[in-house]
């Protein structure tokens, strides 16, 4: 019998959902000190709004909820510039589609660490909590069209950044890869 979520302390959540939050955070902010960071504000704004866990089996993504909000709100006082005035060189997307090839773990996450906010948090979205391009739109109250964008060009920005750190001799083929964004 499943816990209801008025019975559900914050104990159970933290060690239920610790490492999946922690990992969320990682990939996002590409830091370990400020996914902590983010990591325990996610838990200590969980439990002061507890009551409002309607259902436990929700409880993950309403964690990734709090940790996504709470991400975009710390971005925003760092960050002035609108996602609109952001140039993207067209120059240094490949022509060709990339063979797949095993990805190191630290590499993928220089790469990541490399795009903008708004990049990164489509690609981590779709890839980590594997939400449609509908669910990522509600969730950022963006149109569609806007969340297929910012995807295409993010995976394409990655592969470029990838790629280039491939030819430059700098990849160290291990078990990654951008499908392994995830893990």
Known sequence: MAESPSRVNITNLVADHHRAVY?????????????????QHVFLAA??????????????????????NRFLKEKQKHWPLPAADLQLDM???????????????????AALNRLPD??????????????SYREIAEQLQLPIGTVMSRLARAKAR????????????????????LASLAK
């Open 158 to 177: 990655l592969r470029s950044i990838l790629f280039r750190a491939e030819a430059d001799g700098r990849a160290q083929p291990s078990n990654g890869g």
């Open 47 to 68: 439990q002061r709004n507890l009551g409002k866990l309607h259902k436990l089996e929700s409880a993950r993504q309403w964690l990734y909820a709090i940790l996504r």
């Open 23 to 39: 990992q969320y955070a990682y990939r996002l902010t590409g830091s370990v000190p400020e996914a902590e960071d983010l990591t």
């Open 118 to 131: 708004d990049s990164r948090l489509v690609l981590v979205m779709f890839y980590f909590e594997e939400s």
């Open 91 to 109: 120059e240094d997307v490949p022509d060709t589609q990339l063979p797949e090839t095993a990805i190191d773990r630290e590499q993928l996450q």
